[in-house]
C-alpha cells in the first residue's frame, strides 16, 4: 500500500474504504462478511475508513469490527456531523457524542461537515457556535482533524474553503467530474493551502464501470495495459498528486484484493501520453450521448446574474448519459439545494457568454431548455422545502469569533 500525507505529516493509505454499502443480511448489515472484508483490507494496509451518522448500521459495524480485532488505535476513522439536522449548538453534541458510542472510541480522527452545498450551509453552522466547539473537541482530543464534505458548484467550494483554517476536505471527483461540483479547479485550490484532499464517487457509484458503453468496454479491452474499468478510473485519479485518498465502497474481498493491488502501483504521474489519450476517449465516447457540447473550459463565466453555465449543462449532460435521475440528483445538489440558487430561469439573455464560447452553444436557448428538463414541477417543490428545511433559521449562540 502506498501513503500520501495529511495536514500535519501523518500517512493516510491511498485507498480507503468507503464504508456505506456493507452487504445487508434481512434489515441489517451482515456483520461477519463486513468483518472480512474490512480485515483484507486492513492487512493489505488500508488505514482509512469512512462513514457518516446517516449511513443506515456503518457506525455500530465498524465501531463493532475494530474492537473485536483490537485495530482502533491502527487505523483513522472518518466520520460526518449531520449539519442538515442541527438547529442549535446542543444538537451538535448529541450527535457527537452518539457517533463516539456507535464508534466505540472517544476521538474521532477525521471528522467532516456532511454534505455541505452551498457557503449558507457553514455559515448556519457557525450561527450555532459551531467555531467554538471544534476548538474544544481539538484541544480535548475528541477530534484530531476537522474537514468537510462538499456536493456544490464550483465557486461555493472555493468560498467555504477559504473561509475556515481546514485540515482536509472530500469531494466527488472523477475522469467525468472534472468540471463538475468542486472540480479540478476546487482539487488544485484545497492542494495550493496543503489541505488534503479524500475523492469520493471515483466511479460514479459504478457507473464508469457498469454503465459505459460496449464501444468503451471493447477499447479498454483491446488495450495492451489490460487494466479494468475501475483500474483505469482509479489510476487516473491517483495519478494526481494533489489527490490524497480515493475510497472505494468495497463489498467482496476480491475488490478489496483488486483495489489494493491497484493502490500499491499507482503513483503520481505514472500514465504515459497514450494512457491519458485512452481515457480522453473513453470520455468521447460517453459524451456522444450528450444534449449539448460544453466542454467545461468556462470561458462563458461569469454570468452576470450568477448562472453557473458549465454547472446546468454538465447535469443536462448527465440525463442522457447515464438517466434523468442521475442528472436531476446532481442539479438538486450542485444548484437546487443551495441557499440562494441561481437557476437558468434568472438568465437576462444579455448574450455575454455566447461571445466568449468557443464551442459557439447557443447558451441562451439551451440553458433555457436544460431547465425545463431539470426542473420539472415536483422538482421544484421538492428543492424548495428541502431548502426550506435545511437553511431553517438557527438558534443563535454568541461567539467570540466573527
Not at 41 to 65: F, K, L, M, R
Not at 160 to 183: H, K, P, R, T
Not at 311 to 335: H, L, P, W
Request: glycine residues 8%; positive net charge.
Amino acid at each position: 500500500m502506498q501513503y500520501r500525507k495529511d495536514k500535519y505529516g501523518n500517512d493516510i493509505s491511498v485507498l480507503g474504504f468507503g464504508c456505506m454499502r456493507f452487504t445487508k443480511k434481512g434489515n441489517s448489515i451482515d456483520l461477519d462478511k463486513a468483518e472480512k472484508e474490512i480485515m483484507a483490507a486492513y492487512n493489505a494496509g488500508v488505514n482509512y475508513y469512512d462513514t457518516a451518522y446517516i449511513y443506515p448500521g456503518s457506525e455500530v459495524a465498524i465501531g463493532e469490527i475494530f474492537a473485536r480485532n483490537n485495530i482502533r488505535d491502527k487505523i483513522k476513522i472518518a466520520t460526518k456531523l449531520p449539519q442538515y439536522m442541527i438547529a442549535s449548538s446542543k444538537a451538535v453534541d448529541k450527535y457527537f457524542n452518539e457517533q463516539l458510542s456507535r464508534l466505540k472510541t472517544d476521538y474521532i480522527d477525521y471528522y467532516l461537515m456532511h454534505m455541505l452545498t452551498d457557503i449558507g450551509m457553514w455559515e448556519k453552522l457557525k450561527a450555532v457556535g459551531i467555531l467554538d466547539w471544534i476548538d474544544r473537541k481539538k484541544k480535548s482530543g475528541a477530534i484530531i482533524n476537522i474537514g468537510f464534505s462538499y456536493h456544490g458548484n464550483t465557486d461555493n467550494f472555493l468560498k467555504i474553503l477559504d473561509d475556515y483554517d481546514w485540515d482536509f476536505c472530500q469531494i466527488q471527483y472523477n475522469y467525468m467530474d472534472e468540471v463538475s461540483q468542486a472540480g479540478v479547479k476546487g482539487l488544485k485550490a484545497a492542494a495550493a493551502k496543503g489541505i488534503p484532499v479524500i475523492i469520493m464517487e471515483p466511479l460514479r457509484g459504478g457507473k464508469l464501470v457498469n454503465m459505459l458503453p460496449d464501444k468503451a468496454k471493447k477499447l479498454i479491452a483491446d488495450d495492451k495495459n489490460g487494466y479494468s474499468p475501475a483500474e483505469w478510473a482509479f489510476r487516473w485519479l491517483w495519478n494526481q498528486p494533489e489527490v490524497t485518498c480515493v475510497l472505494s465502497g468495497m463489498n467482496t474481498v476480491e475488490m478489496v484484493e483488486e483495489n489494493c493491488k491497484v493502490a500499491s502501483a499507482a503513483t503520481p504521474g505514472h500514465l504515459t501520453e497514450d494512457d491519458m489519450a485512452l481515457i480522453g476517449k473513453v470520455k468521447a465516447i460517453i459524451k456522444e450521448k450528450e444534449k449539448v457540447g460544453c466542454t467545461g473550459c468556462r470561458y462563458c463565466m461569469p454570468c452576470p446574474k450568477g448562472v453557473d453555465i458549465p454547472g446546468i449543462f454538465s447535469c443536462y449532460n448527465t440525463m442522457y448519459i447515464e438517466s434523468k435521475k442521475d442528472g436531476r440528483f446532481q442539479y438538486a445538489q450542485s444548484v437546487g439545494l443551495t441557499k440562494d440558487p441561481v437557476f437558468a430561469s434568472q438568465c437576462i439573455k444579455c448574450g455575454k457568454c455566447e461571445q466568449h464560447c468557443p464551442q459557439n452553444i447557443p447558451i441562451r436557448e439551451k440553458i433555457k431548455e436544460a431547465d425545463k428538463k431539470l426542473r420539472p414541477f415536483y422538482y421544484k417543490i421538492g428543492m424548495a422545502v428541502a431548502r426550506k428545511y435545511m437553511f431553517r433559521k438557527a438558534k443563535v449562540k454568541k461567539t467570540k469569533h466573527k
